[in-house]
């Protein structure tokens, strides 16, 4: 585990299909932590890295059956 500080936008973007942007961010480790935070977390980082530069559409699919504290 390491901290998004170590990240770069390749570490955890591909590009696919008719060039298709797709990131995996994971989630908080069991009974410690909130989804909400990591969300929060991704998507500023992917905003600073210019991950939204020359894109149409961005689709979320959003981990919902954390409870904050596991």
Do not use: W
Request: glycine share 18%; charged share 25%; aromatic share 8%.
């Amino acid at each position: 585990h390491g901290s998004v500080e170590d990240l770069e936008l390749e570490d955890v973007m591909k590009i696919g299909y008719q060039g298709i942007k797709c990131t995996e961010s994971g989630g908080p480790e069991p009974g410690v932590g909130c989804a909400g935070r990591g969300v929060i977390t991704a998507i500023n980082f992917l905003e600073e890295n210019g991950a939204y530069e020359d894109v149409d559409y961005v689709s979320y699919d959003v981990l919902g059956d954390v409870v904050c504290g596991g």
